[in-house]
């Protein structure tokens, strides 16, 4: 990726956004495997073509909300199936059920292969809260207090707007603005002055339309060009590139 020009001094924002899964942690892989083996599962119960790929998590199913992303693949396949509810079994054919399906397949990996955050993004974490600035995440995913324990970077952040919240607090799914917007009223910070950081483009997308003076995209496979188009002030593809 060339370098890019004129990078935003986070050392000096008045807050920093991130979201979780692909920009603080690798867990992105987890979920892309934990969905493509439910997917395809599915997939061939169920006779759908073409079959999933790396390209429909990125359009379908990244940053949002687990069944948002099952509905929205699905969708794209033009199958419809019932909503169900959130205390749907796994093994249950409804989008709450596949989601639950996909949760369990992700909790187990995490559990067994454990996770640790990208070396630059720890470094960038230690520099930020050494220099002050107010640090929380805005995740879409509902196991994001497991994983930043896991990885042993939860005391970084005062404040953490994940999907737990979300669904408690009837918020919309990024590309909706909502989880950022809230992120940003619990920092007690204008999004116009705050710094969001995003991997995926409807997290950037989000972001954006919640007013961020500043959104990063951090390229982890969505791709410069799509983050860019989405909102992204500027893309790195690691975020040691804002270290001094």
């Not at 493509?36 to 790929?53: K, M, N, R, S, Y």
């Not at 995490?110 to 640090?135: F, K, M, T």
């Not at 919309?172 to 809230?182: E, L, N």
Request: glycine content about 10%; aromatic content about 8%.
């Amino acid at each position: 990726m060339p370098d890019t020009p004129a990078l935003p001094d986070l050392h000096r924002a008045a807050a920093v956004l991130f979201d979780l899964d692909g920009v603080l942690t690798p867990t992105a892989e987890v979920h892309m495997h934990a969905w493509q083996a439910v997917f395809d599962e599915v997939f061939t119960l169920w006779g759908i073509t073409p079959a999933f790929t790396d390209e429909d998590y990125f359009a379908y199913v990244d940053g949002k909300k687990r069944y948002d992303g099952v509905a929205s693949l699905l969708r794209s396949r033009n199958v419809e199936i019932p909503w169900g509810s959130v205390g749907d079994d796994p093994e249950v054919d409804t989008v709450c059920g596949i989601g639950n399906r996909k949760n369990v397949a992700f909790s187990e990996a995490l559990r067994r292969d454990g996770i640790a955050p990208y070396p630059g993004s720890l470094a960038l974490l230690e520099r930020l809260r050494a220099d002050g600035v107010p640090l929380a995440v805005v995740s879409s995913s509902k196991n994001a207090e497991e994983v930043l324990a896991t990885a042993g970077i939860r005391d970084f952040f005062t404040v953490v707007v994940d999907g737990v919240v979300a669904e408690r607090e009837h918020l919309a799914s990024k590309p909706a603005p909502d989880v950022f917007r809230v992120g940003a009223e619990r920092v007690g910070v204008d999004p116009a002055v705050a710094v969001a950081v995003e991997d995926a483009t409807s997290g950037v997308a989000s972001a954006a339309a919640a007013g961020y003076g500043t959104v990063i995209g951090v390229d982890r496979g969505a791709g410069s060009a799509s983050l860019l188009a989405h909102g992204a002030t500027v893309v790195v593809d690691d975020l040691a590139r804002f270290l001094p």
